[in-house]
């Protein structure tokens, strides 16, 4: 049933890359608890813009946990501490009345703050374009059913594609480790016939790539695969040390 | 036998679509035959700007740039991973008849025409239809994880408005995976550098230098600064424009800016007036909504919608006393059922929808508001189990949990209709060249193919086939004749120009400081929109949607107010120059809705339905497409038409019952 709570946000400000950041507090009084995380902020600020004050910027789209744009570690958490959850499908119904509610942005070398709540989170991309793909142009492919794929192998592979590229794997680890993300690309592409051509270069390249911006080492705290929306299973980052192992020795 | 009508002619001209000759299977045969080129030496010196990222933007950018040519890409989120089309569940479309139920590309052309209300182009939705098949195919190469039979065979579901099994998916996230597939395509040219991507920037306006588009004014949204590019030609896939409505299915920076800025460059605007009102959405539930989630189509392959029978029993339920499941399957109205027995559940979206507001409209709705209705699971959970149903919709369950608190394995959903896809859009010929020479548009921000209503899963197939399989031979018959063209400096006058008026426009936004939030005139003028153009117009309506859109727009001139500079991050005046362009469209869209006195698709005027509460075409009069030309601000656009004339297919009233 919907109430209304009261909460307190502890907020990261940050003007710009290179600005001082800090933490400003903000009452919130009667927040529907129908409403998301997301829109709790767009009525707070709402409010900081009727006292001509500049809002709180922060990244978002889709709000249907599926374009991977929201981000925000919430009490400590990527997403906040639902499970399977991106922030903007996080409800006001999960917290108490009364509670505080700290709100940073990814902490992550690689992923630079922009401004308040917003980090550049390009080096996904680039880790894409180093080699996240199968080599085909468009025209010229074999018909869909020419290559019978087991339902096994092809669920299998479409767990890993749920991937959303918002990088709360990155921001839940310690080492700032861009791992789950990479080993859930090569695992998918790997597991299909279309991909295994080129999986171990894929891995081998994508690896590298992740290493040269900045991302750290994985030291298997499995925290990635708790707080990923997702949830892409951390099995996945073994299939990328099989297909980066056997590329290595193939060199 | 209804009179043929004739296309409007502007300055001599007729508006011409510039459909190829021959029987319709062989047209796009024959235009590919004898289309012109461009050598691959000659690629490489012609630059094309790409805008979007989306299904269309993405798979144009990424062939185009295969084939050679230099492409310039820009994307309004961080990443083109995060386009809208991202968010398509249920799947897409294409007549690979794997079922062996009967499906060919006929069918689909056929199915497509008629679920568009014969309101679309034959020529290019048969082609469409054509090009379905190539797509399956590019995407199973590219590693898209469709749904497979234990055999190992693609699996395929029924969508709305078909009665064979033609929908390939992935889960309930078909739109990712695709866009993820022509993400990959696009990001492996990026890493060769035959595409330079420019995220998070907005265009503001197009460059038109001696008749041809040539250009663009873009906004860098981190540092605020104003930006020139040239290109040879310039493609816009910016998706479409629901956003006008404040609350829709569409994502926040979704908006119909870029097709304001071609159509006061020349471009003409067709059928404003064509939005489609998807059937289930999670319904409107408080004040500080955001947007609204839909729910896939795909949900009522298995889901009955029903309202209770009674309306004791609905109010009973509306004021909490009663609960749906206290009520006996004799006590409840399966009116999709009732009504339409061919199709049932299984209607066109348009259909589904105006029978849910019928039905509310009638005092039969749920939820606290009275605007819902259900879509129960029980049957099928009988049937098939729990885990089937899990396994086939389990992502949507739990998003529909998360969002109302409620488990739809327990309860049935409440759903009620949302504004979703428009199907106008730029118009567009056969090329998909807008009335600007050089000047393209694609998906969903064009008119092209869905009519008066798109049928579902086929706006994926649109985006794709325009990006994969339609632009890149179409543009080339234009950039032929452009060889000779050198690149051309951005210190030209016609771009310093362009950038000086986005330049005032900002300025004068900034300079109002009034005391309205940019997302409180959005919200008033989406009021306007749902309740006057929304599902049901009619002529009084309509007439004081624009008296009130203007007040809005007067309001937002005199007394938003935008915090900050304008020479930096600045979301809030991002967000003003979108809400001023939503604030033309919906006049736009009110204006061809008052013109269409008929009802056809997601165009209903109250005033022209048949007894039984249908759609009422008027072919004699309204068979076309309607263009609309901008003359300037404040004045009023002139009214242009493009002749829709059904050489193959008779038109006749949409049947679903039978």
């Known amino acids: 049933m919907e109430k209304n709570i009261n909460v307190t946000l502890k907020i990261w400000r940050q003007a710009g890359p290179k600005a001082k950041g800090e933490f400003v507090t903000y009452k919130m009084d009667n927040v529907s608890t129908d409403s998301s995380f997301l829109e709790m902020l767009d009525v707070l600020n709402e409010k900081l813009i009727k006292q001509r004050k500049e809002p709180i910027a922060f990244d978002h789209d889709c709000r249907e946990g599926i374009c991977g744009m929201c981000s925000l570690y919430i009490n400590g958490h990527p997403h906040g501490m639902d499970g399977e959850t991106t922030t903007c499908q996080l409800h006001m119904r999960r917290f108490k009345d009364g509670e505080t509610i700290t709100v940073e942005p990814w902490r992550s070398a690689a992923f630079p703050v922009i401004k308040d709540l917003m980090v550049d989170r390009g080096a996904f991309d680039k880790i894409i374009q180093a080699g996240g793909y199968v080599s085909v142009n468009t025209g010229g492919v074999p018909d869909g059913n020419a290559i019978p794929i087991s339902k096994v192998v092809?669920?299998?592979?479409?767990?890993?594609?749920?991937?959303?590229?918002?990088?709360?794997?990155?921001?839940?680890?310690?080492?700032?480790?861009?791992?789950?993300?990479?080993?859930?690309?090569?695992?998918?592409?790997?597991?299909?016939?279309?991909?295994?051509?080129?999986?171990?270069?894929?891995?081998?390249?994508?690896?590298?790539?992740?290493?040269?911006?900045?991302?750290?080492?994985?030291?298997n705290t499995g925290a990635c695969e708790a707080e990923c929306p997702k949830a892409i299973s951390i099995s996945h980052i073994a299939r990328l040390n099989r297909e980066f192992l056997s590329a290595k020795f193939k060199d | 036998m209804t009179k043929k009508q004739e296309s409007t002619a502007v300055e001599g001209n007729k508006i011409d679509a510039r459909i190829p000759e021959g029987p319709l299977a062989e047209k796009w045969s024959n235009y590919k035959a004898h289309q012109k080129l461009v050598n691959p030496a000659n690629k490489r010196r012609l630059d094309i700007i790409v805008v979007g990222t989306g299904l269309a933007g993405a798979s144009a950018a990424a062939s185009l740039a295969e084939l050679g040519f230099n492409v310039l890409n820009f994307c309004i989120q961080d990443s083109p991973r995060r386009a809208h089309s991202i968010a398509?569940?249920?799947?897409?479309?294409?007549?690979?008849?794997?079922?062996?139920?009967?499906?060919?590309?006929?069918?689909?052309?056929?199915?497509?025409?008629?679920?568009?209300?014969?309101?679309?182009?034959?020529?290019?939705?048969?082609?469409?239809?054509?090009?379905?098949?190539?797509?399956?195919?590019?995407?199973?190469?590219?590693?898209?994880?469709?749904?497979?039979?234990?055999?190992?065979?693609?699996?395929?579901?029924?969508?709305?408005?078909?009665?064979?099994?033609?929908?390939?998916?992935?889960?309930?996230?078909?739109?990712?995976?695709?866009?993820?597939?022509?993400?990959?395509?696009?990001?492996?040219?990026?890493?060769?550098?035959?595409?330079?991507?420019y995220s998070r920037y907005e265009m503001l306006d197009v460059v038109v230098i001696d008749g041809r588009a040539r250009g663009i004014i873009a906004r860098n949204l981190v540092t605020g600064k104003v930006e020139r590019f040239f290109a040879h030609a310039v493609v816009v896939g910016s998706g479409g424009y629901g956003n006008t409505f404040f609350l829709s299915t569409n994502a926040m920076a979704s908006n119909g800016s870029a097709a304001i800025q071609m159509y006061k460059k020349g471009a003409y605007f067709a059928n404003p007036a064509y939005a489609q009102i998807h059937p289930t959405c999670i319904p409107v539930h408080g004040e500080f909504q955001s947007k609204l989630t839909l729910m896939s189509e795909s949900l009522r392959?298995?889901?009955?919608?029903?309202?209770?029978?009674?309306?004791?029993?609905?109010?009973?339920?509306?004021?909490?006393?009663?609960?749906?499941?206290?009520?006996?399957?004799?006590?409840r109205d399966y009116y999709l059922e009732r009504r339409y027995p061919a199709f049932g559940n299984l209607v066109p979206r348009d259909v589904a929808s105006r029978a849910a507001k019928e039905r509310c409209d009638a005092g039969f709705g749920v939820g606290n508001t009275g605007l819902a209705v259900y879509l129960d699971f029980s049957t099928a959970i009988e049937r098939l189990g729990e885990n089937t149903i899990r396994a086939r919709y389990g992502n949507l369950f739990q998003m529909y949990d998360k969002i109302v608190d409620e488990n739809p394995y327990k309860t049935p959903m409440m759903i009620y209709p949302a504004i979703h896809y428009t199907m106008g859009g730029i118009w567009v010929d056969y090329e998909l060249q807008t009335s600007v020479k050089g000047l393209f548009c694609i998906g969903e921000a064009n008119f092209s193919d869905h009519g008066a209503n798109r049928l579902g899963a086929s706006a994926l197939m649109q985006g794709l086939a325009d990006g994969y399989f339609v632009l890149p031979y179409t543009i080339q018959n234009y950039?032929?004749?452009?060889?000779?063209?050198?690149?051309?400096?951005?210190?030209?006058?016609?771009?310093?120009?362009?950038?000086?008026?986005?330049?005032?426009?900002?300025?004068?936004?900034?300079?109002?400081?009034?005391?309205?939030?940019?997302?409180?005139?959005?919200?008033?003028?989406?009021?306007?929109?749902?309740?006057?153009?929304?599902?049901?117009?009619?002529?009084?309506?309509?007439?004081?949607?624009?008296?009130?859109?203007?007040?809005?727009?007067?309001?937002?001139?005199?007394?938003?107010?935008?915090?900050?500079?304008?020479?930096?991050?600045?979301?809030?005046?991002?967000?003003?120059?979108?809400?001023?362009?939503?604030?033309?469209?919906?006049?736009?869209?009110?204006?061809?809705?008052?013109?269409?006195?008929?009802?056809?698709?997601?165009?209903?005027?109250?005033?022209?339905?048949?007894?039984?509460?249908?759609?009422?075409?008027?072919?004699?009069?309204?068979?076309?497409?309607?263009?609309?030309?901008?003359?300037?601000?404040?004045?009023?656009?002139?009214?242009?038409?493009?002749?829709?004339?059904?050489?193959?297919?008779?038109?006749?009233?949409?049947?679903?019952?039978?």
């Open chain 1, 154 to 219: 092809a669920d299998e592979a479409m767990d890993a594609a749920s991937c959303i590229g918002c990088g709360a794997c990155v921001a839940a680890c310690k080492n700032g480790s861009a791992m789950l993300f990479v080993a859930a690309k090569v695992s998918q592409m790997a597991l299909l016939p279309q991909g295994k051509v080129e999986a171990s270069h894929r891995a081998k390249v994508m690896v590298a790539k992740m290493d040269e911006l900045g991302f750290g080492n994985c030291t």
């Open chain 2, 88 to 197: 398509a569940q249920g799947g897409i479309n294409a007549a690979k008849n794997y079922q062996n139920d009967g499906d060919s590309v006929y069918r689909l052309f056929y199915d497509t025409i008629k679920g568009g209300d014969y309101r679309a182009r034959e020529a290019n939705v048969y082609r469409l239809a054509e090009v379905s098949n190539n797509i399956i195919d590019q995407c199973v190469a590219q590693g898209v994880p469709f749904a497979r039979e234990y055999g190992g065979l693609l699996d395929n579901r029924s969508f709305g408005g078909a009665q064979v099994s033609r929908t390939f998916y992935a889960k309930g996230q078909t739109g990712q995976q695709l866009l993820l597939g022509a993400y990959s395509a696009l990001s492996r040219q990026i890493g060769k550098g035959a595409v330079k991507l």
């Open chain 2, 301 to 331: 392959n298995d889901g009955r919608i029903w309202v209770p029978k009674k309306k004791e029993d609905a109010e009973a339920i509306r004021a909490g006393k009663k609960k749906p499941t206290d009520l006996k399957e004799e006590e």
């Open chain 2, 479 to 658: 950039l032929a004749d452009q060889i000779q063209v050198p690149r051309m400096s951005t210190d030209l006058p016609e771009f310093i120009e362009a950038e000086k008026a986005v330049h005032a426009k900002i300025e004068k936004i900034m300079k109002i400081q009034g005391d309205k939030s940019v997302d409180s005139i959005h919200r008033e003028l989406g009021l306007i929109m749902w309740n006057f153009v929304g599902m049901g117009r009619n002529k009084a309506g309509l007439e004081q949607a624009l008296e009130k859109i203007k007040e809005v727009r007067h309001e937002f001139w005199t007394r938003v107010y935008v915090p900050g500079v304008s020479g930096d991050l600045n979301v809030e005046l991002e967000k003003a120059l979108r809400v001023a362009d939503f604030i033309e469209i919906g006049e736009l869209m009110a204006r061809d809705a008052l013109m269409r006195e008929e009802s056809c698709g997601g165009h209903f005027r109250e005033e022209y339905q048949t007894p039984d509460g249908e759609a009422l075409r008027n072919d004699e009069e309204f068979s076309f497409a309607s263009c609309w030309k901008f003359n300037g601000d404040g004045e009023e656009p002139t009214l242009l038409k493009e002749a829709l004339d059904y050489e193959f297919i008779h038109r006749q009233q949409r049947n679903y019952k039978a």
